[in-house]
């Protein structure tokens, strides 16, 4: 029996034995022929970067089986941050920061990278999920959008730790090569998205 | 209490005298640009032409006499320098003249109270999609945080923008909601998405060179609000998802939209969301959600000097929302 362990504004998650089931399921609200296309779209994204990001060294379940629609991942056992995020450590925001940069290094970018995206097991790992929204790009935007979508993220819902945000990208920093002009793209994304 | 507002933020020019139950009076002035998109200057020189009489007339149309005004208000920012700029002054004139505190209101907080007060929501979600701002913001620890936004410009100004392309004068947006009405085909566009923020302008670009090519403008203008609002609806999913959250605000001109609002319900739907929009007069820039905010924040505590400088792009989560729990 699979059990529908989570129902995300994305897709449902199943649980089934050691194996978790994720389905893009059709959003009525949508034209039907942009819904096919968007699901379709993101399901193969979220395959391939989860598979590239795993073989540079940034934690990602393993991939098991996928469909038009659906991907079988490995089942984790762990917790979205988002929920422990007052009890990581300092180590934890440093592994976070280093796995963005190998991202960025080998040019993928997330897409999603909000708290509810990287979980920490048990025994003290740190993963990355929901690549549905990555892609290839070497543009320094992305990257920039990134950074921005996850510290805004932590200053929306997690207002008291918001000193993780230097931590997070002090170590980014210090893996990443040309960091100089993300990290400039990433106070003009701050600064846009405002009046004029 | 009595409050008086004055919007004018941008294009429309609005004053509402509102008390604690409801809106006494409610009056406005558009600026209708003479070609084009909204040119700062003439807007502003249009809204110091008509302010005068647009405050007369709302005072008398709340049969009210100006010293039963308990408190002025008006439209601090985000918006035009020199429209801002004109409001403020008459603020402070009415400040002066009738000895009442005055309050200058986060123009973007104002569309989120108002909608509160016209829906009876209390702790929603909101999307506010304006002409400037397309926003996803929830209440959390004292602030309206802002969970995601567009990256580049507004959904109403894209709307405009491609708008004016077909030789539509401003506002845009409602012409091409008819125009979408006629349309059938879904014309591939740019779907842009990212995390919890979105941007518009590569879709619009996309629209155009669309129309160049050929296709039809009622289908492009389907396709442009089938893609944006499924962006918007998106977004809002979400975040609610992510907050936990149970209701949902859709605020702001483009609000007015009934394909967007027919998109939300469904959304809504879908996970028991209970949905509301403010009535129409509350839904675009108005001078009664200045007003009204201004006597939660009054309330609370808040009082402006007459000294007051407008803050052209003041941030919604700069304002401690020191009226809510």
Known sequence: ?196 | MISLGIEGTAWNLSVGIVNDQKILSHQQHPYQPSDGGIHPREASQHHSDKIAKIIKKTVSNANIQPQQIDLISFSLGPGMGPCLRVIATAARALTLTLEKPLVGVNHCIAHIESGKWSTGLDDPIILYVSGANSQVLGYKSKRYRVFGETLDIGLGNALDKFARKLNLNHPGGPKIEKLAKKGEKLIELPYSVKGMDFSFSGLVTAAEKKLQRGEKKEDICYSLQEYSFSMLTEVAERALAHSGKKELLLCGGVGKNQRLKQMLKEMSLEYQIKFGYPKKELMGDNGAMIAHTAIKMYESGIEHSPGIEVKTDYRTDEVEVKWRE
């Not at chain 1, 379940?61 to 988002?82: C, N, W």
């Open chain 1, 1 to 196: 029996m699979s059990e529908l362990i989570a129902r995300g504004a994305e897709a449902e998650l199943y649980k089934k034995n050691q194996e978790i089931i994720k389905i893009r399921k059709p959003k009525k609200y949508r034209n039907k022929t942009l819904d096919e296309r968007i699901r379709k779209n993101r399901t193969k994204k979220e395959a391939k970067a989860t598979r590239e990001a795993r073989k540079i060294g940034v934690p990602t379940p393993i991939i098991l089986d996928m469909k038009d629609f659906e991907i079988k991942f490995e089942y984790l056992d762990g917790e979205k941050i988002k929920k422990i995020y007052s009890r990581l450590n300092q180590n934890d925001f440093r592994k976070i920061g280093k796995y963005i940069a190998k991202l960025h290094q080998n040019r993928i970018f997330h897409g999603d990278l909000t708290t509810s995206n990287i979980l920490k097991t048990n025994r003290n790992k740190i993963y990355f999920i929901d690549f549905g929204l990555s892609g290839y790009d070497g543009h320094i935007e992305p990257k920039g959008v990134d950074l921005h979508v996850l510290f805004q993220t932590i200053r929306s819902s997690h207002p008291e730790h918001t000193d993780s945000i230097n931590i997070i990208l002090n170590s980014y920093k210090s893996s990443m090569n040309n960091q100089k002009e993300i990290i400039q793209r990433l106070n003009e994304i701050e600064e846009r998205g405002r009046y004029f």
